[in-house]
């Protein structure tokens, strides 16, 4: 059974530019989570998908991220225009449910460089 | 909010070393308790957890107690390998906020032959 895939594995843009990730979640994985980590800090939390709907979207930075699913599939996040500070690693996760118990299945993480 | 701290890196140990990496939490309510691991060029993928007081997580030879009194869940080996050396996350997740997991900076070992 495939993981969760994410593309690409490294992007490297000038700041102004736009970069769009995505991520291939589980096969059957109703919930879809985004996460970043910058500066080698704390893995931060940015949205949780559950199927096609944004359920919780508060650590979303600012209005230049914008995360889609349609079709409840892979999942897309774009960061336009890119600033410096989006410098970092963009985990996706995917599980099956919502619960406190359940593990999180993590891809390797696209690296964002801006420069 | 929930919030996780644990002890920053890198940690370096020479082979069949003993390893503790500390991690404490505060949080709402009762939350499960993990500790991801990230190999070199890897995703992160869960090394152990717990979901209540009191149990232990084990995986690998790596264990880790869920502590309420203390909000401790120190993790530990006996007898490190080479094969070890990666990022350790310690992380929560609580039903007050959200199910979300909720991670701490990291701890990066390095575990010399």
């Known amino acids: 059974e495939a993981g969760v895939t994410q593309f690409p594995s490294h992007s490297v843009i000038e700041k102004g530019q736009t970069v769009t990730l995505r991520c291939d979640p589980i096969?059957?994985?109703?919930?879809l989570y985004w996460y970043r980590r910058v500066m080698g800090k704390e893995i931060k939390f940015l949205l949780h998908f559950v199927k096609e709907s944004k359920q919780d979207e508060s650590g979303m930075p600012n209005n230049r991220f914008l995360a889609e699913r349609t079709g409840g599939t892979y999942s897309t996040l774009k960061v336009q225009p890119a600033e410096l500070e989006d410098s970092g690693v963009y985990f996706c996760?995917?599980?099956?449910?919502?619960?406190?118990?359940?593990?999180?299945?993590f891809g390797e993480g696209s690296r964002l460089t801006v420069l | 909010g929930d919030s996780v701290t644990q002890m920053e890196g890198p940690v370096t140990l020479s082979e069949e070393a003993f390893l503790t990496i500390n991690c404490t939490y505060t949080a709402t309510g009762y939350p499960s308790l993990f500790w991801y691991v990230q190999y070199p060029g890897e995703g992160l993928q869960l090394l152990l957890k717990a979901t209540k007081a009191d149990d232990k997580g084990s995986n690998k030879g790596f264990e880790a107690t869920y502590r309420k009194e203390t909000t401790s869940f120190h993790l530990e080996k006996g007898s490190v390998q080479v094969s070890d050396s990666a990022v350790y996350f310690c992380a929560l997740r609580s039903r007050d906020a959200g199910n979300m997991l909720t991670f701490g900076g990291g701890t990066r070992l390095m575990v010399k032959p």
């Open positions: 096969s059957g994985h109703d919930n």
């Open positions: 996760a995917s599980s099956q449910g919502q619960g406190r118990h359940g593990e999180l299945f």
